[in-house]
């Protein structure tokens, strides 16, 4: 599994970004997709995230200024960052856990939760500046 994060750099407050995640070796469809993000010194935490069907979840800090969307057909998640703030300053990171067994059991949840999830990209910066 790999994942490539890009989209990341360098703008003011109230700007925007918006961040890609590709993703090879995986049935990309039957996947959870999440963006996380950590900044210095603090722990990392959940941003956004998107279940196979397009189901989405925020965290409380984003809603209404991020939007994760989902193009199965390019491997490809995206998280459309406005209205950013200094506070939005981290390494963000894309991650992935398939909602299907190899059994074919189909498990509906997927928690906004690190620890959740099981292959991760290498993060792309994000820094903005007041």
């Known amino acids: 599994v790999q994942l490539v994060e890009s989209g990341g750099g360098s703008v003011q407050s109230g700007g925007s970004l918006r961040l890609s995640c590709e993703a090879s070796?995986?049935?990309?469809?039957?996947?959870?997709i999440g963006w996380f993000r950590q900044a210095p010194g603090k722990e990392r935490e959940g941003v956004a995230r998107?279940?196979?069907?397009?189901?989405?979840q925020y965290a409380d800090s984003v809603k209404g200024r991020f939007t994760i969307s989902r193009d199965n057909a390019k491997n490809t998640l995206y998280l459309q960052m406005s209205s950013l703030k200094p506070e939005d300053t981290a390494t963000y990171y894309c991650?992935?856990?398939?909602?299907?067994?190899?059994?074919?059991?189909?498990?509906?949840?997927?928690?906004?939760?690190?620890?959740?999830?099981?292959?991760w990209g290498q993060g792309t910066q994000v820094t903005v500046s007041s």
């Open positions: 998107i279940t196979h069907d397009s189901s989405t």
């Open positions: 070796g995986i049935t990309y469809r039957y996947y959870c």
């Open positions: 991650a992935v856990v398939s909602q299907y067994s190899r059994g074919g059991f189909y498990n509906p949840i997927c928690p906004l939760e690190s620890g959740y999830f099981l292959h």
